[in-house]
Structure formats: structure tokens, C-alpha cells
């Protein structure tokens, strides 16, 4: 079991940059998959990026490849994503979540722990 808490989201204009975290209580946040999904008002939840355990490799969504990094700090706990050059499409409900499947997973239905979200927001 494990518990998700998200952070770092906000309003922000176009062009700029946000640092969303996921802190994850447990003692075994280091042998979880975690991924970084979004959900825009109107919009089918959509996976953005994922890592392995390991934090090799890592899975970027086409719309975010170039602009997002995920990253993970396996001693802090915590799984971040850093958002960079924003567009106003970009504006949705940030999510983490963690996985037990054995490899690196994209699909959000191999993801069994779900954060509250986080809102973000980018002005034109």
C-alpha cells in the first residue's frame, strides 16, 4: 500500500515552467512504477510520462516529449515532473500514480495508487 500526495501545481503563463512533486509514503516506493497522467476539463485522462523503478527508462507522451521530465528520487520518496516551454493546452488536473507491474508500464490501468491531483493552469 501506498499513498500518493501531489504538489507544485498552479497558474502559469504560456512559456513558462512548473515543478509538479508526488511524495509517496511506504517503505517500498523504490520497487514501484510511477507515471504522471492529466485530465483536461472535457478530455479523456491522458498518460504524460512514466519511469521504472530503476528511473531507466521513461515514457513520454508526443504532445510533452522535448517540454516534460520526469524524474525520481527514490531516497526522498518522490516523483517529480518538471514542465517546461507550457501551452495553454497543457491546463488539466496533474495526477501521480504508482505501479506494481514488474516492468514500466504506460497504460493507467496497470496503475493501482492514484494521487488527489494537482490543478494546472496556463494562460495564453
Known amino acids: 500500500q501506498v499513498q500518493l500526495v501531489e504538489s507544485g501545481g498552479g497558474l502559469v503563463q504560456a512559456g513558462g515552467s512548473l515543478r509538479l512533486s508526488c511524495a509517496a509514503s511506504g517503505r517500498t516506493f523504490n520497487t514501484y512504477n510511477m507515471g504522471w497522467f492529466r485530465r483536461a476539463p472535457g478530455k479523456e485522462r491522458e498518460t504524460v510520462a512514466a519511469?521504472?523503478?530503476?528511473?531507466?527508462?521513461?515514457y513520454y507522451a508526443d504532445s510533452v516529449k522535448g517540454r516534460f521530465t520526469i524524474s525520481r528520487d527514490n531516497v526522498k520518496n518522490t516523483v517529480y515532473l518538471r514542465m517546461n516551454s507550457l501551452k495553454p493546452e497543457d491546463t488539466a488536473v496533474y495526477y501521480c500514480a504508482a505501479s506494481t507491474m514488474a516492468t514500466m508500464k504506460v497504460s493507467p490501468y496497470d496503475y493501482s495508487y492514484w494521487g488527489q491531483g494537482t490543478q494546472v493552469t496556463v494562460s495564453s
Open positions: 519511469i521504472s523503478w530503476t528511473g531507466s527508462p521513461a
